[in-house]
T-cell receptor, first 116, second 111 residues
Framework: AQKVTQAQTEISVVEKEDVTLDCVYE???????LFWYKQPPSGELVFLIR??????QNEISGRYSWNFQKSTSSFNFTITASQVVDSAVYFC?????????????FGTGTSLTVIP | DGGITQSPKYLFRKEGQNVTLSCEQN?????MYWYRQDPGQGLRLIYY???????QKGDIAEGYSVSREKKESFPLTVTSAQKNPTAFYLC??????????FGQGTRLTVV
């Protein structure tokens, strides 16, 4: 079973629109970590945010914000007033307890295109 | 500067040839990982290592081999047994509970 699901394969928005990228995860652990990464055309994954399972506080960083809801096992990412530079593939990831190998489970990614 | 370095950036392999992708980190991370990414797809785990001289198979280990003789280094060998090796390969390292840091990747093409 997929541990991290990103149901949106591709999204296109016009510049300055807001866009939300969905992420649903599955785990039985009580301690876990969630992440978002950005992959621009160059290919390298750029870390955006980390959240631990005990901290459900939403976070805002500039135009980026994240909504973590344990009740729905979701960790959604919103970009406000999107810009062309936001065009990239975005990955959500889950990391569980060390005794399961400290693996990162990645979703299949959402390709975001911001149209000028 | 601290970071994770992959080399080469581009690699061409002939049919039936083994090739080795390099991955070095100076972040003092215990864990290191190799992922494969095919066009338009997500990241699939090939191998990972938690400590020196120990590593575990990921979801698609067949046709690949690794070694972890030093904490800083985690080379990946793509063997001739890997029938479809053309892909983008990403190496990463981390502490547990912390984010993974990624290298710039190696694009491997079979010619």
């Amino acid at each position: 079973a997929q541990k991290v699901t990103q149901a949106q394969t591709e999204i296109s928005v016009v510049e300055k629109e807001d866009v939300t990228l969905d992420c649903v995860y599955e785990t039985r652990d009580t301690t876990y970590y969630l992440f978002w990464y950005k992959q621009p055309p160059s290919g390298e994954l750029v870390f955006l945010i980390r959240r631990n399972s005990f901290d459900e506080q939403n976070e805002i960083s500039g135009r980026y914000s994240w909504n973590f809801q344990k009740s729905t096992s979701s960790f959604n990412f919103t970009i406000t007033a999107s810009q062309v530079v936001d065009s990239a593939v975005y990955f959500c990831a889950l990391s569980e307890a060390p005794d399961t190998g400290n693996q990162f489970y990645f979703g299949t990614g959402t390709s975001l295109t911001v149209i000028p | 500067d601290g970071g994770i370095t992959q080399s080469p950036k581009y690699l061409f392999r002939k049919e039936g040839q083994n090739v080795t992708l390099s991955c070095e980190q100076n972040l003092n991370h215990d864990a290191m990982y190799w992922y494969r990414q095919d066009p338009g797809q997500g990241l699939r785990l090939i191998y990972y290592s938690q400590i020196v001289n120990d590593f575990q198979k990921g979801d698609i280990a067949e046709g690949y081999s690794v070694s972890r003789e030093k904490k800083e280094s985690f080379p990946l060998t793509v063997t001739s047994a890997q029938k479809n090796p053309t892909a983008f390969y990403l190496c990463a390292s981390s502490f547990w509970g912390s984010e993974a840091f990624f290298g710039q990747g190696t694009r491997l093409t079979v010619v």
